[in-house]
């Protein structure tokens, strides 16, 4: 299948949308874990556990694509509300997945194996984002940008 380029705004909803069911995903291995074992119950976790193998890693192929777009793209047309508001939509997505990872922090090392390749891959772009976010946080703020060219200057 061809891949689309998606504007921003529709790659980050899109790992938005996959964030959010990610974290209702270990939310349910959880609750299941700490239930009573028997048979039915383990068979929820199992299902559960490779359904959200599966989960983080179209997210983090979606995420991917967003990082990618967001460097690549030149910001300089838009406005500083429009940065800005990108921006802190950028922070409740690392927010929320650092979430997920606390909540994953909670089940047992048998059951986090099956997905350490997936978070380690997350891991890593959710700090890249959270770089991302605090470079356009930086580029919307005015005070910012006047120290940034002032330093310009007295290096020139």
Do not use: Y
Not at 73 to 89: C, G, M
Not at 98 to 113: A, T
């Amino acid at each position: 299948m061809a891949t689309l380029a998606l504007p921003i705004s529709q790659l980050e909803q899109c790992v938005r949308i996959d964030t959010v069911k990610a974290k209702a995903a270990v939310r349910f291995v959880q609750v299941r874990s700490k239930g009573k074992e028997d048979l039915k119950i383990v068979l929820q976790i199992v299902g559960a556990t490779i359904g959200f193998k599966r989960r983080l890693s179209r997210l983090g192929k979606k995420q991917e694509r967003l990082i990618n777009a967001l460097v690549d793209h030149d910001f300089a047309h838009w406005q500083i509300e429009d940065i800005s508001k990108l921006a802190s939509s950028i922070d409740d997505i690392v927010i929320r997945q650092r979430e997920i990872f606390d909540d994953i922090q909670s089940l047992g090392s048998e059951i986090r194996i099956w997905w350490s390749a997936s978070l380690a891959r997350l891991s890593a772009q959710m700090e890249h984002l959270d770089s991302i976010a605090a470079s356009l946080h930086s580029s919307a703020d005015p005070d910012c940008e006047a120290l940034l060219a002032l330093a310009i200057e007295q290096i020139a």
